[in-house]
């Protein structure tokens, strides 16, 4: 929740609320992956601007495959919070 944006639903969650979306199965590789493989293209990204976009690949060391996470990013007082993600 700290790194919500304040256009981020997730924002005005309370804390146990948000922590049962990180418990159940889809968003649990939030918390769990052991395994993290950084998109290259991001060191070409503009991260001057308000907003950003980037990705990662996570996958728990039991799991066949990873777990694609795009991140939707805005300017906030200087830091980069979350605006929304996509897990696929």
Excluded at 2 to 10: E, G, L, T
Excluded at 58 to 72: C, G, L, P, Q
């Amino acid at each position: 929740m700290k790194f919500c944006s304040p256009s981020n639903p997730a924002a005005q969650l309370t804390p146990a609320t948000f922590a049962s979306y990180l418990s159940e199965p889809h968003y649990a590789i939030l918390t769990e992956w052991d395994e993290i493989e950084f998109d290259d293209e991001d060191e070409e990204e503009d991260w001057t601007g308000t907003t950003a976009e980037t990705s990662v690949l996570v996958k728990r060391a039991d799991d066949d495959s990873f777990t694609y996470i795009n991140f939707m990013l805005s300017r906030h007082s200087g830091r980069w919070l979350i605006d929304s993600l996509t897990l696929v």
